[in-house]
């Protein structure tokens, strides 16, 4: 599992729980237990689901998906921040892409879920 993933599964809530919770010597979590080192494929790195759970805090604090990417495009950010919100944003999408809605630009990006969800409504629309 990843931690995309595992945000998926358990909510932003309870991941946060899972970094909070952590040991200072914890480096992995498995879903269970934490660990030191890497022990086998569901091991997620605490620091990466540290760093999702900031990027959803950052894309919240402005406001949610739509006023993220306005000030995305916005061209008085620096460099710096326009990558760190840039990543934000596409953490954001990998975290909830398979919502339809929460995508304000279907152009930028559509789920293959959001697809399939198009493709069963133009279907029995036609039948």
Not at 30 to 57: M, Q
Not at 81 to 91: G, N, P, S
Request: glycine share 4%; aromatic share 14%; proline share 2%.
């Amino acid at each position: 599992m990843n931690a995309i993933q595992f945000i998926k599964d358990h909510g932003v809530d309870e991941a946060r729980e899972v970094v909070e919770g952590a040991p200072e010597w914890a480096s992995y979590f498995d879903g269970y237990l934490y660990s030191e080192k890497w022990f086998h494929g569901n091991s997620i790195l605490i620091s990466e689901i540290n760093s999702l759970i900031e990027s959803v805090d950052l894309v919240t604090r402005y406001g949610g998906i739509a006023e993220a990417k306005t000030l995305h495009q916005d061209e008085f950010w620096d460099e710096v921040a326009f990558k760190i919100l840039e990543q934000a944003i596409a953490d954001y999408k990998a975290i909830y892409s398979n919502d339809c809605e929460i995508l304000d630009y279907p152009e930028d990006y559509t789920s293959p879920n959001c697809k399939k969800f198009d493709e069963r409504v133009n279907s029995n629309e036609t039948n």
